[in-house]
């Protein structure tokens, strides 16, 4: 399983950023996918998840702000970001768990200006 992720960048605060991870599997239906952020000296938080069947789930601090969808046709699960705020900013990976083997993408930076 390889991970791709994007969209990341620079965005004043309140605007919008949409994040968007490719995955080269042929099972990509059958993952729950995960989105994570990681701050300059703070561990790896889940942000998000959605499930095969398309259920999802937030971090409190996201909620009504992110959402989480998948494209199955097209491998592809994204994260858009709304009401960006300045504790936003972190690098942003996607996730995902098969066989017991976790997979991460390389991560983009997500970075929020006041």
């Known amino acids: 399983v390889q991970l791709q992720a994007s969209g990341g960048g620079l965005v004043q605060a309140g605007g919008s950023l949409r994040l968007s991870c490719a995955a080269s599997?042929?099972?990509?239906?059958?993952?729950?996918m995960d989105w994570y952020r990681q701050a300059p000296g703070k561990q790896r938080d889940l942000v998000a998840r959605?499930?095969?069947?398309?259920?999802?789930n937030y971090e409190d601090s996201v909620k009504g702000r992110f959402t989480v969808s998948r494209d199955n046709a097209k491998n592809t699960v994204y994260l858009q970001m709304n009401s960006l705020k300045p504790e936003d900013t972190a690098v942003y990976y996607c996730?995902?768990?098969?066989?017991?083997?976790?997979?991460w993408g390389q991560g983009t930076q997500v970075t929020v200006s006041s």
């Open positions: 959605i499930s095969s069947g398309g259920s999802t």
């Open positions: 996730h995902t768990r098969w066989s017991r083997t976790d997979y």
């Open positions: 599997v042929r099972i990509f239906s059958l993952l729950a």
